[in-house]
């Protein structure tokens, strides 16, 4: 982290993250046998974590509400898939 914020390299993985989970969820919808699978990403959001100094503004358990909330989207979910949420809201960006 530099002058308080995440550096580039942080920041580009997690545009590679959802990139990669938009092309596995396109590549996967093409094949009709894996109709069931749904590929999503999510952000946590700023948890209080080591990684963080403990300075996030969500406990562990608030952290993990959106990722529990996107395993247990139902499967097959094609409106879902090759989506990245946050506060288990689709998250549009681009």
Do not use: H
């Amino acid at each position: 982290m530099s002058k308080g914020r995440p550096s580039f390299a942080y920041g580009s993985s997690k545009m590679r993250v959802i990139a990669l989970t938009r092309v596995q969820a396109a590549d996967t919808a093409e094949d009709k046998t894996n109709k069931d699978v749904l590929m999503t990403c999510c952000c946590p959001g700023y948890v209080s974590t080591d990684m963080s100094s403990f300075k996030g503004t969500k406990t562990i358990d608030e952290g993990a509400i959106t990722p529990v909330y996107c395993a247990l989207l139902p499967p097959g979910s094609a409106e879902f898939n090759g989506k990245m949420f946050s506060d288990k809201e689709l998250y549009e960006f681009w």
